[in-house]
């Protein structure tokens, strides 16, 4: 038995000792034993949140740009509900949060005490659902709870800990969980998907999320992309782990992939997938073609044949899988990737520049504020992507280079995910620019956490695509068959009297020229900025802009 101590104590030192540094929470009744030792203790710093939607996000955006694990804390009930958007997202990201919830006491259970819910509620929304029924087994389970989520693949793990037995003093034993991991035999798998490759003509590599979470993984898809001479497709978790200014780069998947690279993955003999369950988001509803023959590298073994029929499957770590496929390959016969995907991002440009959607003309058009935002920040800038109309846009049109500086959410989809992930970017990376991209509705549905921004005087930029539009929904080809074609548009607020009330810096620009210096002037100072720019409402979404013919003569 370890010495007596309080609850909280275990709940930080078993965080402490995972790697944690940064906990994300708004105090409650039920949290403050915990909350009372994260202020006693220096080991870790505290973020109070406005709002329990946007605590998980902060985590989120914490590590995607590069910030390790991250902690979360709130009350149960509403809190925990709360939570679960933000939890979910982590969960269909693959990231990693060990969020705490200060949970109704057992022996209340069933009686009617404030913030009560079932504690299975949660089971569907992260990897694993820890509930501590007693001080005795607060050790071991917190021991369970933090391996499971740090084991791959990685997920957010939910430990319910009753507040009686946080504020309580008790010794309990140490504990050391072993917990499961199936190892597979990808010996003759490996050598299917080297014959195959050797043999292809026209391979394509497509790389997803757990490309972005395997170490060296990035590295391993441009060493198997240079040896290939193969075009590299991305899925929106993918984007970034492959240099968009490398000429081989081909776009991102989804409905608003160019059509150039639909024609690409159509003509391709081989697509290597790297780490995707190719979801329906990213692959436009299963509708992107695959090749001629796929070989699927996952850890998920679930995520096998569930989309796409796979020819050759390597159940692996993607580098590792590259790793020993690479070593394999002596020689292969590509059809000079840097030439194909090169054709097919510039025809992009050339359609998108055919419909004035580049030009310094008010109102704005999304493409030219991403290429002035570019422009306008450094290389290393971490970037963080609300989900809307702007999001889909910014697939396309927006280049990474890293992947912890472009944090953009997956599958999941849901929006308000901007603002609190850069405020998580900000804590992670305190000596690089970090911009938040959103649209006016997806803001709409985290402005509270500017106030967070103002109050730890974080170097955050928040560029706002405002076109009083939920433009997804607007622009839907569905909106003529449900709603007889009504828009649901509005007027938006002033953005930049809104950021000043909340102890920002707020600027409206109506032209490139003004957007360049506005960004100029915020990176380039201490303290949060917001920057309102009106868009065209009328502009054509991602996906309409993407559906032009396309005339490349492909190998």
């Given at each position: 038995?370890?010495?007596?101590?309080?609850?909280?104590?275990?709940?930080?030192?078993?965080?402490?000792?995972a790697?944690?540094?940064?906990l994300?929470?708004?105090?409650?009744?039920?949290t403050?034993?915990?909350?009372?030792?994260?202020?006693?203790?220096?080991?870790?710093t505290?973020?109070?949140?406005?709002?329990?939607?946007?605590?998980?996000?902060?985590?989120?955006?914490?590590?995607?740009?590069?910030?390790?694990?991250?902690?979360?804390?709130t009350?149960?009930?509403?809190?925990?509900?709360?939570?679960?958007?933000?939890?979910?997202?982590a969960l269909?990201?693959?990231?990693?949060?060990?969020?705490?919830?200060?949970?109704?006491?057992?022996?209340?259970?069933?009686r009617g005490?404030?913030?009560?819910?079932?504690a299975d509620?949660?089971?569907?929304?992260?990897?694993?659902n820890?509930?501590?029924?007693?001080a005795?087994?607060?050790?071991?389970?917190?021991?369970?709870?933090v391996?499971?989520?740090?084991?791959?693949?990685?997920?957010?793990?939910?430990?319910g800990v009753?507040?009686?037995?946080?504020?309580?003093?008790?010794?309990?034993?140490?504990?050391e969980?072993?917990p499961?991991?199936?190892?597979?035999d990808?010996d003759?798998?490996?050598?299917?998907?080297?014959?195959?490759?050797?043999?292809?003509?026209?391979?394509?590599?497509y790389?997803?999320?757990?490309?972005?979470?395997?170490?060296?993984?990035?590295?391993?898809?441009?060493?198997?992309?240079?040896?290939?001479?193969?075009?590299?497709?991305?899925?929106y978790k993918g984007?970034?782990?492959?240099?968009?200014?490398?000429?081989?780069?081909?776009?991102?998947?989804?409905?608003?992939?160019?059509?150039?690279a639909r024609?690409?993955l159509?003509?391709?003999?081989?697509?290597i997938a790297?780490?995707?369950?190719?979801?329906?988001?990213?692959t436009?509803?299963w509708?992107?073609?695959?090749?001629?023959?796929?070989?699927?590298?996952?850890?998920?073994s679930?995520?096998?044949?569930?989309?796409y029929?796979?020819?050759?499957?390597?159940?692996a770590?993607?580098a590792?899988?590259?790793?020993?496929?690479?070593?394999?390959?002596?020689?292969?016969n590509?059809?000079?990737?840097g030439?194909?995907?090169?054709?097919?991002?510039?025809?992009?440009?050339?359609?998108?520049?055919a419909r004035?959607?580049?030009?310094?003309?008010?109102p704005?058009?999304?493409?030219?504020?991403l290429?002035g935002?570019?422009?306008?920040i450094?290389?290393?800038?971490?970037?963080t992507v609300d989900v809307?109309?702007?999001?889909l846009w910014?697939?396309?049109?927006?280049?990474?280079?890293?992947?912890?500086?472009?944090?953009a959410?997956?599958?999941?989809?849901?929006?308000?995910?901007g603002?609190?992930?850069?405020?998580?970017?900000?804590?992670?990376?305190?000596?690089?620019?970090?911009?938040?991209?959103?649209?006016?509705?997806?803001?709409?549905?985290c402005?509270?956490?500017?106030?967070?921004?103002?109050?730890?005087?974080?170097?955050?930029?928040?560029?706002?695509?405002?076109?009083?539009?939920?433009?997804?929904i607007?622009?839907?080809?569905?909106?003529?068959r449900?709603?007889?074609?009504?828009?649901?548009?509005?007027?938006?607020p002033?953005f930049?009297?809104?950021?000043?009330?909340?102890?920002?810096?707020?600027?409206r620009?109506?032209?490139?020229?003004?957007?360049?210096?506005?960004?100029?002037?915020?990176?380039?100072?201490?303290?949060?900025?917001?920057?309102?720019?009106?868009?065209?409402t009328?502009?054509p979404s991602?996906?309409q802009?993407?559906?032009?013919?396309?005339?490349l003569?492909?190998?």
């Open positions: 038995m370890t010495d007596e101590k309080r609850g909280g104590d275990y709940v930080y030192e078993a965080l402490v000792d790697g944690v540094d940064l994300v929470g708004i105090p409650g009744t039920q403050l034993p915990l909350d009372r030792t994260v202020v006693e203790r220096d080991e870790m505290y973020v109070m949140a406005r709002h329990e939607t946007a605590v998980p996000h902060v985590a989120w955006g914490y590590y995607e740009s590069g910030g390790g694990v991250a902690a979360t804390l009350v149960p009930g509403p809190g925990d509900t709360n939570a679960m958007h933000g939890l979910k997202n269909e990201d693959c990231v990693p949060v060990l969020h705490v919830s200060a949970d109704v006491n057992p022996e209340d259970r069933g005490p404030i913030h009560e819910i079932e509620t949660f089971d569907n929304a992260v990897k694993e820890v509930t501590v029924e007693t005795l087994e607060l050790p071991a389970e917190l021991a369970r709870g391996a499971t989520a740090l084991e791959p693949p990685y997920g957010p793990v939910r430990l009753p507040s009686r037995i946080l504020d309580e003093s008790f010794r309990a034993p140490a504990a969980v072993s499961e991991r199936t190892r597979w990808t003759p798998d490996v050598d299917a998907a080297v014959r195959a490759l050797a043999d292809a003509e026209r391979p394509v590599v790389v997803g999320g757990g490309a972005r979470r395997s170490p060296g993984g990035p590295e391993a898809v441009r060493a198997l992309a240079a040896d290939l001479d193969a075009p590299v497709i991305a899925s984007k970034g782990v492959f240099p968009e200014d490398d000429p081989r780069f081909l776009g991102v998947t989804g409905s608003h992939a160019p059509e150039g024609r690409v159509d003509r391709a003999d081989v697509v790297l780490g995707t369950d190719f979801d329906g988001v990213t436009a509803g509708s992107l073609p695959m090749g001629d023959r796929l070989i699927h590298v996952t850890l998920d679930a995520a096998v044949d569930a989309s029929e796979a020819d050759v499957v390597v159940l770590d993607v590792d899988a590259v790793a020993t496929i690479r070593a394999d390959l002596d020689g292969a590509g059809w000079n990737g030439d194909v995907a090169s054709a097919v991002r510039e025809e992009y440009r050339e359609s998108l520049a004035g959607l580049f030009e310094d003309e008010a704005l058009n999304t493409p030219g504020v290429d935002v570019r422009e306008s450094p290389r290393d800038a971490v970037v809307g109309g702007f999001r910014a697939m396309q049109a927006f280049p990474a280079y890293e992947p912890d500086a472009f944090v959410a997956g599958s999941w989809a849901g929006m308000g995910v603002l609190p992930a850069a405020v998580g970017a900000r804590f992670a990376n305190p000596d690089r620019p970090v911009v938040c991209l959103t649209g006016d509705g997806g803001l709409m549905m402005v509270h956490e500017l106030h967070t921004a103002a109050e730890y005087d974080l170097d955050v930029t928040v560029v706002v695509s405002n076109n009083a539009d939920y433009g997804v607007s622009k839907s080809p569905k909106i003529e449900y709603t007889e074609g009504h828009r649901f548009t509005w007027k938006s002033d930049a009297a809104v950021a000043e009330g909340f102890g920002c810096r707020g600027t620009v109506e032209s490139l020229d003004g957007l360049r210096a506005a960004l100029a002037d915020a990176v380039g100072r201490d303290g949060p900025d917001l920057i309102d720019v009106p868009i065209e009328d502009e991602a996906a802009a993407a559906d032009y013919e396309s005339t003569d492909l190998p």
